[in-house]
């Protein structure tokens, strides 16, 4: 699938598809039918061939009923599998040529496309159609190329009965009646482009809360029946985006932002281009704010827009980019808004998430898995805490504006397009004239942490301070000796000194001239290390 010649073998390693053709548009015209939960739609997919003439061109699609496939070159013949639709041209298109394709179709998602209505079992003003594309799940309610390494611009147009609401990406073009059927066509479009697992659908009755940041609408969709929760949940949007503005140097990119909560939803949330889905369980009223927060949830998805969205990881073996910068910046916002020691506390809660395994033998970005959500469930902890942490000790190496400044580098270059691990160290090491390969190395593509065993001494004749460091980690093929900074504060009745130190070898000892004895020997005081 996906313009491939074959799927892989699952254990083999897993890499970015070819990409034969270059899709440039794709427009969804969809019937959602709540009785039976089926689809009945259009697709459309602008495209040119790349290198190649173009014989064949194969489009991820799980059981779709096809009914006719029509294009702008002549088309002989189409097959349909369980996992393709497979489209033979007469004469094969030649590179550059802008091709039109329709594929008309049917569908009963089992995964992609969900509903909540009467015929399974919920009330009808609960009634919802919503949308799941990541990883690859967007393949079972319309045919696309569905992987990440392709970008292109999206509209969507839904038909539903008078009275629900259609969301989607970007900006809604227009709504109005079709007399002959007595439902309403709602037409969305996204001008810019972004890749096929962020294409969003939901359909619903809900309510609707609005907000504005410079000019950009903030809209806050939920269920009738949870609308006085709204506020609560959502209050902190607005502080986020002129926060993330400010601390990652680019404007919020997209031409809304609307977050919906949806019956069911079995993640956090999604971070679909400009209109992000969350769980209904992160409403909560002013009774039980103390106990609940939205915080962290719409941060981190919020900070999506610029890294996931904005710019995205190429394939999922580098997860992290997406992953590890929502998360911390869910953190640096935390420290704006509650100060540091939070952001610091939390920070320190993901460390001891991730060192108490004992099974930390994979490095952030691998190749061998067999389903690409393994890499957000069974892995999990690597692309999100650990990501967090890796951008945590960039942060703390390279500084507070040489740091902003590679990451607004980092956007800016690579916007609308998509990325790999390298790209984010091209840019450090270009801006600040410093080598970072072994820091991606040790930290990113190769498994675990220092594990350190740290003494102190103190000599009164020559009023000398010894700390003795060890890195007891099993060094292997997967995990490496470790090279870092290390700060180490020695505090005394005079006040206190910190002390950098680079640690490079298995087992080291560091002496530190003091006028007196310390009273506390601190190691990585600021948690700068993981």
Not at 409 to 432: G, K, P
Not at 461 to 488: E, G, H, R, Y
Request: charged fraction near 25%; glycine fraction near 6%.
């Amino acid at each position: 699938c996906c313009w491939r010649a074959a799927p892989a073998a699952a254990d083999s390693r897993k890499y970015a598809p070819d990409r034969k053709a270059d899709v440039l548009h794709l427009a969804l015209d969809v019937t959602p039918n709540f009785s039976d939960r089926t689809v009945s739609a259009t697709a459309t997919l602008t495209f040119k061939p790349i290198a190649k003439p173009l014989e064949e061109l194969r489009l991820d699609g799980v059981d779709l009923k096809v009914s006719a496939v029509e294009a702008s070159a002549k088309v002989a013949e189409y097959q349909v599998t369980a996992s393709e639709v497979i489209v033979t041209f007469a004469k094969p298109i030649p590179p550059g040529k802008e091709t039109r394709l329709t594929i008309k179709y049917s569908a009963q998602p089992a995964k992609g496309l969900y509903f909540r209505a009467p015929s399974n079992g919920y009330k009808a003003e609960e009634t919802q159609a919503w949308t799941q594309g990541e990883s690859d799940e967007a393949r079972h309610w319309y045919p696309a190329y569905d992987y990440p390494n392709e970008k292109f611009t999206t509209e969507v147009i839904c038909h539903v009965p008078e009275g629900m609401t259609v969301l989607s990406n970007g900006r809604k073009v227009s709504e109005q009646q079709d007399g002959k059927t007595g439902l309403v066509a709602v037409h969305w479009r996204q001008d810019k482009p972004h890749v096929n697992y962020l294409v969003s659908l939901v359909a619903g009755y809900f309510k609707k809360v609005e907000d504005k940041h410079r000019g950009i609408p903030l809209e806050f969709y939920v269920s009738p029946a949870d609308l006085k929760e709204a506020p609560n949940s959502f209050r902190d949007t607005k502080d986020i985006m002129a926060f993330f503005e400010r601390e990652i140097g680019v404007p919020y990119p997209w031409d809304k932002y609307g977050q919906v909560t949806v019956r069911d939803f079995h993640w956090g949330g999604m971070e679909n281009t400009s209109l992000t889905t969350l769980t209904d369980r992160t409403l909560f009223t002013p009774a039980t704010e103390n106990i609940r927060s939205s915080q962290g949830l719409v941060a981190h998805e919020l900070a999506h827009q610029w890294f996931g969205d904005l710019v995205t990881c190429k394939d999922w073996s580098h997860i992290w980019l997406n992953e590890g910068f929502a998360t911390y910046y869910a953190h640096l916002y935390d420290a704006h808004k509650n100060g540091r020691d939070s952001m610091l506390y939390g920070l320190l809660q993901s460390a001891r998430s991730i060192i108490q395994r004992t099974d930390d033998t994979q490095p952030i970005v691998f190749r061998v898995y067999t389903r690409p959500e393994d890499r957000f469930r069974q892995w999990g902890y690597l692309a999100y805490g650990k990501g967090g942490w890796v951008l945590h000790m960039l942060h703390a190496q390279l500084g507070d504006d040489l740091y902003r400044r590679c990451v607004q580098t980092y956007l800016e270059r690579h916007q609308f397009d998509t990325v790999v691990t390298e790209d984010l160290n091209a840019v450090i090491e270009e801006l600040s004239g410093r080598s970072f390969d072994r820091f991606f190395d040790q930290w990113v593509y190769h498994a675990h942490h220092p594990e350190l065993e740290v003494a102190y001494a103190w000599d009164a004749k020559s009023k000398l301070a010894k700390v003795s460091v060890k890195q007891a980690q099993k060094v292997s093929d997967d995990v490496l000796l470790f090279q870092f900074p290390l700060t180490i504060r020695l505090k005394s009745k005079s006040g206190a000194v910190d002390r950098q130190v680079q640690v490079s070898q298995r087992e080291e000892d560091f002496y530190f001239p003091l006028k007196e004895a310390p009273e506390l020997v601190r190691i990585d005081p600021d948690l700068t290390l993981l």
